[in-house]
């Protein structure tokens, strides 16, 4: 005859019941604090009024019309998107060769170097902006794409490289010595083989990047120039100002952008499973 568990010993049948309602209203609770404010924010984006104020007033598409035709807006989004492409481009690279060299390879310094790599990503953003801001003064180098792009790589690139060494921590190591007997060159191994083993890994890192590209300010702030605005500065620029239905609309479309994403994301998963 099977035991009672713990829980039903603690918890008799009417008593379980009872929990069950009480985790499933806290867990309910927990997500109407969480996308309440998100669905607020919905709405709100057809709001119909010229007033700086939230009371309803009508629906409309007008500021979705004034975000298509916000020239500012549009431009600091084209900025944003292309330096968040080359950072992630970098990153990956970057990510990738070092994770499998410090893995790869033993130095006398490696714990160290991991450490070092490591820093930028619990590093306070104001340091590391501040830190790279004086760093370009002494380099003399213009404030601009180029120091964006730099300052985004120093802190994106170490989340790939964990990613990429967590993966390669449970590598069978045998793959690399099975492609060097059949006559593959170290570079060849590592491209045809380590990598396609690696490519999860690198996709979640190469996300993460983009993402943490993309939606970075502080450290943007402090080391973009005067025709280098990206989103995040242009929307926090309007939002200093008052209430700007604009801003709402934009959080509309790349949110339901976001689910359209994560809904193809998971199609093609599904798809690949069935192949």
Known sequence: MNKPSILMRLFPASGLKILNWGLAAWTAVVL??????????????????????IS?????FRWYVDLVNNSTMISALKNSLIIASITTVASVIIGTVGAWLL????????????????????????????????????????????????AHITFCFPFVLVAVQARLHGLDPALEEAALDLGARPLQAFWLVIVPCLRPAIVSGALMAFTLSLDEIIVTFFTTGPGTRTLPIEIYGKARVGLDYTLNALSTVFFLGTIAFVLFSEYLRKLSARK
Do not use: A
């Open 103 to 150: 893995h790869r390879y033993q130095y006398r310094f490696s714990k160290l170097i991991q450490t070092l790599v490591c820093i930028p990503m619990i590093m306070p953003e104001i340091i590391m902006g501040i830190s790279l801001l004086i760093f370009f003064i002494v380099l003399h180098m213009e404030l601009g794409f180029v120091t964006v792009i730099i």
């Open 32 to 53: 109407v604090f969480l996308y309440l404010p998100i669905l607020v924010l919905i709405v709100y984006s057809f709001n119909d009024t010229t007033k700086k104020t």
């Open 56 to 60: 309803w007033e009508g629906f409309t």
